[in-house]
């Protein structure tokens, strides 16, 4: 079983929407009436039905089908908002270049690509599908922190219905990432484990990668808040129009 089909049930347990994500979008489109946007890893939908209230129209894809079984209840009641079967690298092959006018790719989607040459591949999908003034909105854990610190774990997550905990383990020869967790259902003391691999991108194979696809003026932030990314900072936000 996939890592996200495993945990569908309680995936807004775990993660329920962020308010932050929410505000940040908003600010990115100060006149967000006429924008369409397109929500990359879209999961049960929570984010992209929230925007879907400002926004002009709201296109959200995921490929685990369980998550988006539960994305398509939210669709039943907004007429802006649409939920697709996709892979992000595959974006290009249904959809029009200039379609939206925002692209929003959070929760640490984009690590889940193999390799740094995906990466700058689905960067320039991206580019292609955005009007002339379109921006890219990005989240992903820092990395560069990850690394130079050899911080083997993150905060556990944890509420009156389960414990979620998340591990890391580097390895230098590949470049790549085991992110094991360990969810607890704390109802029926379910516990499920999984290993997912992940490519610890750094700040500057980030830069260089959208610079190459075209991007410019590029904001990497530390917080949906805005502020300044810093070392020590978990999560990275990037801004790229």
Request: net charge negative; aromatic share 10%.
């Amino acid at each position: 079983m996939g890592f996200y089909k495993s945990i569908a049930e309680v995936y807004n347990k775990i993660f329920p929407l962020n308010p932050g994500q929410v505000a940040f979008t908003n600010r990115t489109f100060i006149q967000t009436g006429d924008i369409s946007l397109l929500d990359i890893g879209c999961g049960t939908g929570s984010l992209s039905l929230a925007l879907s209230a400002t926004f002009k129209t709201v296109v959200g894809i995921d490929l685990d089908e369980t998550m988006l079984e539960k994305a398509k209840i939210a669709e039943e009641d907004s007429t802006h908002l649409e939920f697709i079967r996709l892979d992000m690298l595959e974006i290009d092959t249904r959809f029009d270049p200039g379609t939206f006018d925002g692209i929003v790719c959070f929760g640490n989607t984009l690590v889940h690509l193999s390799s740094l040459e995906q990466i700058s591949l689905f960067f320039g999908k991206c580019y292609q599908l955005l009007t002339p003034k379109g921006k890219l909105l990005i989240q992903i854990i820092n990395y560069d922190r990850i690394l130079d610190q050899k911080i083997n774990w993150l905060p556990t997550l944890e509420t009156d219905d389960i414990q979620f905990i998340r591990n890391y383990h580097y390895h230098s020869g590949k470049h790549r990432i085991d992110f094991e967790t360990m969810l607890t259902i704390k109802a029926t003391n379910q516990v499920i484990r999984n290993r997912v691999p992940l490519i610890p991108v750094r700040k500057s194979e980030i830069e260089a990668a959208l610079m190459d696809a075209g991007f410019s003026n590029l904001n990497f932030f530390g917080n949906f808040k805005g502020e300044a990314l810093r070392s020590d900072s978990i999560p990275m936000v990037i801004e790229a129009s």
